[in-house]
């Protein structure tokens, strides 16, 4: 059975995903360029974007590897993907006939756990249109992004404890009787009006 790494059918389009901050671009573009010669495929060069800093990175990247990898038999062009996940920006571009292309290097951060790498969870969406290239350097992201998910989490649940915690001690040592039954029915409207400010800002 052919793995990712050794499919031979021909693809329409090759989907190249560019790490980001730093590749091999020389190299990476002379290894597609055969691959798309051999299968007179198409070449989509793709780059996750995720701030100012991101953005003008990727656009010089892409750039110098459309300009190695395009010829008058070649039909390549770019893209970036505003997205925090691989699996995200690829959905809406993957099509009938494309192939995705990633490096061997490329992992996905895992909290607690040693990286996967990109490879394996692409071929669980995808499938066999997943080819792995061997033998280009890649400089991983630092995982300090990948806090913010943490975060974006844990914040429901810290205000859920302080609310908590708010009204025992409200209940217990401030108010009692009618006024204590006032006075908790009023937190919990503000505690989860802050839970839905804060879900809606930042889905």
Known sequence: MSTPSTLKLPAKRLIVLVPLPDVDEAVLARRVWTMALRGRSEVLYVALVHDADDEARARRSLALLASITRDDRLRVATHLAFQSQWLKALRPLVQPGDAIVCLAGQTVPRFGRSALPL???????????VRVLE??????RPARREVWPLIRNAVPFAIVASFLE?????????VRGAASNTVLALSVVV?????????SRVR
């Open 135 to 140: 033998g280009v350097s890649v400089e991983q």
């Open 119 to 129: 490879s394996e969870q692409l071929i669980t969406e995808f499938g066999e249109v």
């Open 166 to 174: 708010f009204q025992m001690w409200a209940t217990t040592q401030l």
């Open 191 to 199: 505690e989860f009006s802050l839970i839905w400010l804060w879900v």
